[in-house]
């Protein structure tokens, strides 16, 4: 069992994103709201679980993080990132590139297109330890050696010389993970780590990821769809649907009493060792095209408890209880709160979770 260990203690915000929306423009005019007021936060050392189906802003959310977004079309419309209480949105490109790599990192989704296959993986791993700190190329090649074996590649020294069409899935995502800790990141970004492999190489990046951040101490933020991985490794968790956060609360919080219908629907839809039912729960519907939003609740057209105002208007995110923030009418409902309540209490979220 890979467990990641409680943080509830340490409270200070190393990356808080507020209210933030990025948007990518149309050829025919308008825009698409692929991020569309998202709040959030992840302490030091915290791994932060960010769950949705895909189309839910997951990964732009990450890409807006570090800037590398495709603009145009895509803009920032609103909002701010703090990484240590700076603004990322107001470094320029030049300060945007020395942090990417050495005090924010990312791991992508699919290895063999985030690695240049023209290069050897110890190049690659090489260039950005060079790029951030002040050694020779001998020495970061040694570094880079000493991080494929931090990462459990047998024979790293003739690793080192391979290419990426010369490892299989798993030692490539291995590679990901060791280029993105070579610089011992303060944050590191996983985007759907584990996409692709077959179970017992999930497990061993995931307890690779665990082990290393114990060594390096840096925050994670683990996107992914499985919320299996998010129940073992992670402390808190974001839900995230059409470009909005939905929930956010303490992992056993979410699993124990989910509070939104969405988050409700997805755990419904895990199948258990000890379910009886014959067929699966399934949530009805698609997720909304990002060109043609609902006006109200994003969620209320596949939504079973949808009400006439969550046609026509967007809930804030409330908290039902200390540790937990929902949007949703019929949590703000049950706490029968004024317009000026609801402002009040959903200025604060997410960020006091």
């Not at 950005?128 to 590649?153: F, P, S, W, Y």
Request: glycine share 6%; aromatic share 6%; charged share 25%.
């Amino acid at each position: 069992m890979i467990k990641a260990p409680n943080l509830r203690e340490d409270v200070s915000p190393l990356l808080s994103v507020q209210d933030l929306k990025t948007y990518f423009r149309k050829e025919e005019g308008g825009s698409v709201k692929a991020v569309d007021g998202v709040s959030l936060h992840i302490r030091k050392k915290e791994i932060l679980g960010v769950v949705g189906e895909s189309g839910s802003g997951k990964s732009i959310t990450a890409l807006s993080i570090l800037r590398l977004f495709p603009s145009p079309p895509g803009y920032i419309a609103g909002g701010d990132i703090l990484f240590e209480n700076q603004s990322l949105l107001a470094k320029t490109q030049k300060e945007m590139r020395l942090i990417r790599g050495k005090d924010i990192s990312m791991v992508f989704q699919e290895p063999m297109s985030s690695l240049n296959p023209a290069y050897t993986v110890g190049y690659q791993i090489r260039e950005n330890i060079q790029l951030h700190q002040n050694v020779t190329k001998k020495e970061a090649l040694d570094h880079a050696v000493d991080m494929l074996r931090l990462v459990g590649i047998a024979s790293p020294e003739k690793r080192v010389h391979d290419y990426p069409f010369q490892m299989s899935g798993g030692m490539r995502q291995r590679v990901m993970v060791a280029m993105a800790l070579s610089c011992q990141p303060k944050l590191l970004i996983a985007d759907e780590p584990t996409t692709a492999l077959d179970v017992t190489i999930q497990a061993q990046i995931l307890r690779l990821i665990l082990e290393t951040r114990e060594k390096v101490g840096s925050a994670i933020m683990l996107i992914t769809h499985d919320l299996g991985v998010v129940a073992e490794v992670c402390e808190r968790v974001v839900v995230m649907y059409s470009g909005k956060v939905l929930e956010v609360a303490y992992v056993n919080d979410l699993f124990n009493h989910p509070a939104h219908p969405y988050t409700q629907g997805l755990l419904q839809a895990i199948p258990r060792l000890d379910d009886t039912r014959d067929r699966l729960s399934i949530i009805p519907g698609s997720i909304p095209n990002p060109a043609n939003l609902p006006e109200g609740c994003r969620f209320y057209p596949r939504c079973q408890y949808a009400e006439e105002r969550c046609q026509t208007e967007q809930p804030p995110l409330v908290s039902p209880k200390p540790s937990q923030w929902v949007s949703c009418w019929r949590v703000a409902g049950e706490k029968e709160m004024d317009s000026d309540a609801i402002a009040a209490t959903a200025a604060k979220a997410p960020l006091n979770v």
